[in-house]
């Protein structure tokens, strides 16, 4: 049974830093794709990044690219989303979540097989 907990989340001053952890246990498969999705209030869940198994393919939305680097260290089974430049729309509960073999969910939340609880971020003005 597959289980993701996300951790690193808090409360942060608009243009600085957190670092969030999303620790992975119980997968049986060797290829997946891990991903960082965020959901604000009253907003849709919206894709963040994601990184394969290798580390080699990573993607960002338009929204946090320049400022936020999504990484990996498969020897302690954990992704981690670093955020730098925080920005008060950045503020959303962030999940990190598992795609599974065809691996085929790509950006669409709702094709991941497995999710996180979550963690908050709050970026003040």
């Known amino acids: 049974q597959v289980q993701l907990v996300e951790s690193g989340g808090g409360l942060v001053q608009a243009g600085g830093s957190l670092k969030l952890s999303c620790v992975e246990s119980?997968?049986?498969?060797?290829?997946?794709?891990m991903g960082w999705f965020r959901q604000a209030p009253g907003k849709e869940r919206e894709f963040v990044s994601t990184i394969n198994w290798t580390g080699h393919n990573i993607y960002y939305a338009d929204s946090v690219k320049g400022r936020f680097t999504i990484s990996r260290d498969n020897a302690k089974n954990t992704v981690y989303l670093q955020m730098n430049s925080l920005k008060p729309e950045d503020t959303a509960v962030y999940y990190c979540?598992?795609?599974?073999?065809?691996?085929?969910?790509?950006?669409?939340?709702?094709?991941?097989?497995?999710w996180g609880q979550g963690t908050q971020v709050t970026v003040s003005s």
């Open positions: 979540a598992m795609d599974r073999p065809p691996l085929q969910a790509g950006t669409t939340a709702a094709l991941y097989d497995y």
């Open positions: 119980g997968r049986t498969f060797t290829w997946y794709v």
